[in-house]
């Protein structure tokens, strides 16, 4: 689910804030969450982007298919929100579009940190719900935030 943020400036993301919300999500649900800031200027596709992602950080290959990619570019006021395939089935899509409501609404108060703290809040505690993290299937570990051109 990708959504154009219409907003004239972004705040600087703050790393520390929402590292610390993937981990608090991380410890009641099996789900992988990571969150990506793209530094692209020129970026006319943010879904393949976000897609070919996914992909290249594995996360389409937890057991559960349950992760979660948050894909935020500033520089081009364009966000999108990718959950797998179990994630997505268990979810439903009014809860995305709910999400990405949400998140858009947060940006554009330009309130980009809280808007994805509280975006990978939700995210924990609802997929917690169908994808409990229990010592049988432990999370499968990525890097919790990243930067670049992807």
């Not at 993937?22 to 596709?45: G, L, M, N, P």
């Not at 709910?98 to 997929?127: A, F, W, Y």
Request: no cysteine; aromatic share 6%.
């Amino acid at each position: 689910m990708a959504d154009q943020v219409a907003v004239e400036v972004l705040p600087v993301v703050g790393k520390m804030e929402i590292e610390n919300e993937i981990i608090e999500a991380e410890k009641i649900t099996s789900a992988a969450i990571h969150v990506h800031v793209s530094t692209r200027f020129f970026e006319q596709d943010t879904e393949r982007n976000t897609l070919r992602l996914f992909h290249r950080l594995h996360m389409n290959r937890t057991h559960e298919r349950n992760s979660v990619l948050i894909y935020i570019n500033p520089k081009r006021k364009k966000f999108s929100i990718y959950g797998d395939k179990g994630a997505h089935e268990k979810l439903g899509d009014a809860y995305w579009q709910d999400l990405v409501k949400h998140l858009r609404e947060k940006i554009s108060e330009h309130q980009v940190t809280q808007g994805l703290v509280l975006t990978v809040k939700k995210l924990g505690q609802d997929l917690a719900a169908h994808f409990p993290r229990t010592d049988k299937n432990p999370i499968q570990t990525y890097n919790l935030t990243s930067e670049g051109k992807n």
